[in-house]
T-cell receptor, first 112, second 107 residues
Framework: NAGVTQTPKFQVLKTGQSMTLQCAQD?????MYWYRQDPGMGLRLIYY???????DKGEVPNGYNVSRLNKREFSLRLESAAPSQTSVYFC???????????FGNGTRLTVT | AQRVTQPEKLLSVFKGAPVELKCNYSYSGSPELFWYVQYSRQRLQLLLR??SRESIKGFTADLNKGETSFHLKKPFAQEEDSAMYYC?????????FGTGTRLTIIP
């Protein structure tokens, strides 16, 4: 039982490059989230998906797109990376009661 | 809009001393509140939630609706308590995180 799995763990991009962060959960959770973690800012919600087929913007969605491919998978795409997107990205999932939020190990992204 | 305030970015406490991590929230309605913890090189994990009124690893947190606070407390700090702590509210299908407090326990 892997929980929430994120790939890759580390990535370095040049400004303007694109990439997709992958996230999968095996707990049959309905809701999935993408957060970014920056020093002094805590965790900020980028996008979330309350159920398969739906996605909604969070606090800081600009520069990102998401896809809820199926119930298990929720990917985050950077179409044209910018240095301001240097951060640690966390995927998370939760059950309907939202009482149990499970996080992935994070992806450390550096944009030069 | 939901807002969570953790006024202390850094907190250092001697081993054996009491610990209190402050959290204040603003939310119109009845909030659900949690504390999450991130130990060094580990993933974020749930520490406790207010509805269960439980004590985890010696930590407790009481919801004070009058003061809109949910402070995390432990009577005697241990070295393994050193970590990043986040106060979190849930409402409108979203979780809102505070900016976090890095707790360091001094041996």
């Amino acid at each position: 039982n892997a929980g929430v799995t994120q790939t890759p763990k580390f990535q370095v991009l040049k400004t303007g490059q694109s990439m997709t962060l992958q996230c999968a959960q095996d707990m049959n959770h309905n809701s999935m989230y993408w957060y970014r973690q920056d020093p002094g800012m805590g965790l900020r919600l980028i996008y979330y998906s309350a159920s398969e087929g739906t996605t909604d913007k969070g606090e800081v969605p600009n520069g990102y797109n998401v896809s809820r491919l199926n119930k298990r998978e929720f990917s985050l795409r950077l179409e044209s990376a910018a240095p301001s997107q240097t951060s640690v990205y966390f995927c998370a999932s939760s059950d309907l009661s939202y009482l149990s939020l499970h996080f992935g190990n994070g992806t450390r992204l550096t944009v030069t | 809009a939901q807002r969570v305030t953790q006024p202390e970015k850094l907190l250092s406490v001697f081993k054996g001393a009491p610990v209190e991590l402050k959290c204040n929230y603003s939310y119109s309605g009845s909030p659900e509140l949690f504390w999450y913890v991130q130990y060094s090189r580990q993933r974020l994990q749930l520490l406790l939630r207010h509805i269960s009124r439980e004590s985890i690893k010696g930590f407790t947190a009481d919801l004070n609706k009058g003061e809109t606070s949910f402070h995390l407390k432990k009577p005697f700090a241990q070295e393994e308590d050193s970590a990043m702590y986040y106060c979190v509210t849930f409402g409108n299908e979203k979780l809102t995180f505070g900016t976090g407090t890095r707790l360091t326990i001094i041996p």
